[in-house]
Nanobody
């Protein structure tokens, strides 16, 4: 059974930082794209960041425009994990953040249950 488990969410003040982690099990995603999405209550889920495989231990990173250099996505192949370093957080970043993996045919096959990020003003 493939599982993605997010962690690292919490409550921070505007301008603060959080580091989200996503640990995958049941399948090795060494050459698969992994990404982060977020969803606020009553809002649609939106793309945040992703990694795409280029070559051995080398990945490209893509980000949503609202990140504006504040977020960084990392992969740890050995740990079968993906991370999202979030700096300069804003109240509008408040949402449940979801990890996704197994991108194929325009969508991700696997999703975590999410971790709450709350940014206070």
């Amino acid at each position: 059974q493939v599982q993605l488990v997010e962690s690292g969410g919490g409550l921070v003040q505007a301008g603060g930082s959080l580091r989200l982690s996503c640990a995958a099990s049941g399948r090795t995603f060494s050459s698969d794209a992994m990404g982060w999405f977020r969803q606020a209550p009553g809002k649609e889920r939106e793309f945040v960041a992703r990694t795409t495989w280029v070559r051995s231990s080398t990945f490209n990173a893509d980000y949503a425009s609202f990140v504006k250099g504040r977020f960084t996505i990392f992969r740890d192949i050995a740990k079968n994990a993906v991370y999202l370093q979030m700096n300069s957080l804003k109240p509008e970043d408040t949402a449940v953040y979801y990890c996704a993996a197994g991108f194929s045919r325009g969508e991700y096959e696997y999703w975590g249950r999410g971790t709450q990020v709350t940014v206070s003003s």
